[in-house]
């Protein structure tokens, strides 16, 4: 098994955090959210980080949370933030020291699963509270896949699948790349 970073992309939804968790569990290794990590760095959640600070703000915390957490020498299994992948210099250190695996799914779907989560995940989401999510997402969709193309080794389709199934193409897609290291 590759002993790079597994590293989770996509979009709010795509069940990064779900299916990480239990790939986490499957390779023994640790599992790091950099949402979480951003909230833990300042005792905000992501949506205070919004409200007080801004977006801008946030993106900066979240650059940092992937630059630390690519750096660690032990593989993690890593989810990100779903817009992590807009800075260059993020895509850059996910790729250099991860397979990198976009989780993908329609934006149907990531609007009934966003929404599903909102007392779990509601104070992390604040770009899908003004226009609701399935229109939100349908635009994010079109404007980051440029991002999550440049970023990803692999992707995955989610549609349709169990958890269970998309962890196991996922640590397929991991397995694959084992002999690149
Ligand atoms: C965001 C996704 C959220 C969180 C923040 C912004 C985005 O993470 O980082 O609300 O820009 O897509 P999840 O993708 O884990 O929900």
Known sequence: ???????????????????????AEQLGRPFVDTDELVE???HLSVGEIFETLGEEQFRA?????VADVSASPAPLVIACGGGAVLD???RARMRATGVVVWLQAPPAVLGARVTDQEDRDGARRPLVRDDGPVATLERLAVTRAPA??????AVVDTTGKSVDDVVDAVLDELQARSDDD
């Open 1 to 23: 098994m590759s002993t790079k970073h597994l590293v989770l992309v996509g979009l709010m939804g795509a069940g990064k955090t779900t299916v990480g968790e239990r790939c």
């Open 40 to 42: 833990a760095t300042v």
């Open 61 to 65: 915390l979240e650059r940092t949370a």
């Open 88 to 90: 260059a210099d993020s």
């Open 148 to 153: 999550y193309e440049a970023a990803a080794h």
